[in-house]
């Protein structure tokens, strides 16, 4: 179980409190800004400790430079996804061999 969007919301750490969760996604408009908004830099180091302590993964989204990934890898986030690694599409591409398979986990890579 993940939480979206973490720290969009005022409810965002009282999800992380309630619920048993795996991971949290950190919401982009943190992301984006950490080269140039202390403040999100602080936020982004606040959260990645905190999940840490909570034995949580991290992920990090709208990752649209180098210099973005090499900041959050600093900072100890494990995963991300954006822009940086492949543009959204219209459409999923997505292929079931038959009706009854069910969903299949994707491939999952840590920055290592």
């Known amino acids: 179980v993940c939480i979206d969007d973490f720290g969009a919301g005022a409810a965002a750490f009282d999800y992380l409190r ?21 403040r999100s830099r602080a936020m ?5 400790e905190l999940c840490r ?3 949580l993964e991290t992920i990090a989204e709208m990752i649209e430079t180098d210099g973005v990934a090499a900041e959050l890898k600093t900072a100890g986030v494990e995963y991300g996804q ?8 219209a459409e999923p591409r997505t292929q079931l061999s ?4 069910v969903r299949r986990k994707g491939a999952v890579e840590a920055w290592g």
């Open 18 to 38: 309630k619920l048993s969760v795996d991971a949290v996604k950190i919401d982009g408009a943190i992301v984006r800004d950490i080269q140039t908004d202390e």
């Open 82 to 89: 954006g822009w940086l690694f492949g543009r959204a599409e």
């Open 53 to 55: 302590s909570m034995k």
């Open 44 to 48: 982004l180091h606040s959260i990645v």
């Open 98 to 101: 038959s009706p009854s398979m």
